[in-house]
DNA sequence: TAGCGTGCCGAAAGGCCTTTCGGAAGGTTT
DNA sequence: AAACCTTCCGAAAGGCCTTTCGGCACGCTA
């Protein structure tokens, strides 16, 4: 266990004041890069502080200063797909060891997420960042609660929250844009399970990008689970009944990989016959696909970082304005691959 | 913004006191559940800090207790496929809001890290639980720290740290073990980057097990990438080469898909023909193939609460010794699905 | 030489809580 | 009635730091 013998108790300021023979104040002045303190002094303080490695007790400054520099992230996303992106924007956007991050995992159960609330209530955090696993709205935290809150990815059920999500309308209706560029005219759209908000914005914006290009969707949208066997059972159907299909959406990079595979068992080939474009661009999963898969990327980490932004302007602020409410829709990417443009 | 217009200044124990009319040290022993307070009294106290909502300051708590009840989680691992059990299983160990997790993602970044380290000190966490993204040993922090230190997943280089990691070793023996109880007795192994400690130990323990049943490893061990890609190629030299092998441990869950596709191709059954077994037990790929993949599961949730507990072990004795220093081979576990045993 | 400004330092208060210890009030024993 | 104990409460110190503000010493001007 790395615990030295020496360190068993860590310097305090006044161990370094008596060090280098000057009052506490002086110290902190020093240390602090205040002026009030002459050159030869600072010096001679920063260098006993050197010599006790000394680090200043985080927990008395943010005392004093009514302020801990922390932010909880409380989260229910079990498999962490979601939120560690969403964690690692939110650290860029509050530069590194400036701010650190309280991690709490409420699996999906209120209790606990009322339990790890109090607590981080406790800690005194500076703000909140819930992340949900869905985009379907969520119970508000409500609003008697000393600190900011901004939801993110699950925007909260209350319009007067700050909630920022993905926009999964305006992918809905990038993929199949993409997809007419590549010249493509019979899209047909599998998706995942109906009761999930992404699902059914994501079909909406597939929707309206064929109704504004004059084209209809081939057969109905099929929702059923976001599973790799939903997309290899769903395509088989779908190119039973419509042999002429030449692009599918899918509703998820898993999805996407069942139906590579059954088109791949079928003899049609990807992406000359039929193009093929996923959701959620899980590396993972898109880049081993054969041919590599062409993904909706949500910018997560962009969403992160927004987040980290949002709750960052209400801290400055004293005045408990509420900038920005409402939920707030981000822009998503494209990212193009194999399986809707054929490699050169 | 949640921010009540009430709530500006949270309510402080001496609020608390002056409603129930009481003195400081009674409010503070009454609400501590300290004796020394008449019944009465107390639930006076309680029932004022009820109204005015009072949540104890933990900042001000840990300043006195010398003990702040957060530990700190400094990974590498930017996916999260390694980090995120291991933080649900340090939770779990902890408690759920007795223990607060401080996350930091270091990115690999040696600068990033020692920055990282810097702040949880000045935190003044209680402990470090330091997760590597391979199970190759990594530098240690050093032992000039004030706080504890396990690492997880990678071990510290330094023999007298504490270090808790998969026996991948094990795993190897328990992969082949179950295929030559599934009957089989031609079988490859096909794995990852030879750089890897992970890809090495599996294959010493692939090769022991063989050994132990006077078996050889049909053709060599296949190092290449974490891919698959390599998966799918690995295999179709193997099989051009050793038409005759009926069971392949693959060194991931991935490299097993590609492995999967491949014999798919070649117009192998799976398990019939050939068992293939993967490493990891990553859900979404071995829940999602076709058959589903018997795999390796590495307790990963067990080793973050091994963690957690060695953790606490230190952090409660304060004489400084070093309990379990050394690098703890974790048991990992067989999760039989179709690709080795036929469903019924 | 008296008066004034400047530069630097230190005493002390304050942030929020816990704990120790002294002491008041009430009841019991001899 | 005196001595004692128990029960309960409160003053104060202490944990570590920052900030305010008063004051000392020095050098300058008139």
Known sequence: MARADGAARAATLSDVARAAGVSLATASKAINGRDQVAPATRERVMRAAEELSFTPNQLARSLIAGRTGTVGLLTSDLEGRFVIPILMGAEDAFGAGQVNVFLCDARGDAIREQHHLKALLNRRVDG?????????????????????????????????????????????????????????????????????????????????????????????????????????????????????VDGIVCGSDQIARGVLDTLRDLGKRV?????????????????????????????????????????????????????????????VRLVIRGSTVARR
């Open 128 to 244: 909140i960042i819930v992340v949900g696993r869905q985009t379907d709205p969520r119970p508000s935290l409500g609003h008697d609660l000393p600190v900011p809150v901004v939801y993110a990815y699950a925007p909260s059920d209350d319009p007067t929250d700050v909630s920022v999500t993905p926009d999964n309308v305006a992918g809905g209706r990038l993929a199949v844009e993409h997809l007419l560029a590549c010249g493509r005219t019979r899209i047909a759209h599998i998706t995942g399970d109906p009761e999930y908000a992404a699902a059914q914005d994501r079909a909406i914006g597939v929707r309206a990008a064929l109704a504004d290009a004059g084209l209809e969707l081939v057969g109905d949208v099929r929702f059923s689970t976001w599973s790799e066997h939903w997309g290899r059972d769903a395509s088989a159907m779908l190119l039973a009944q419509h042999p002429d």
């Open 271 to 331: 992406p000359e016959d039929v193009a093929v474009i996923g959701y959620d661009n899980w590396e993972v999963l898109a880049t081993n696909s054969r041919p590599e898969l062409t993904s909706i990327d949500a910018n997560l980490q962009q969403l992160g970082r927004t987040a980290a932004m949002r709750i960052f302007e209400a801290i400055e602020r004293t005045d408990g304005a509420e900038p920005g409410a409402g939920v707030h829709h981000l822009p």
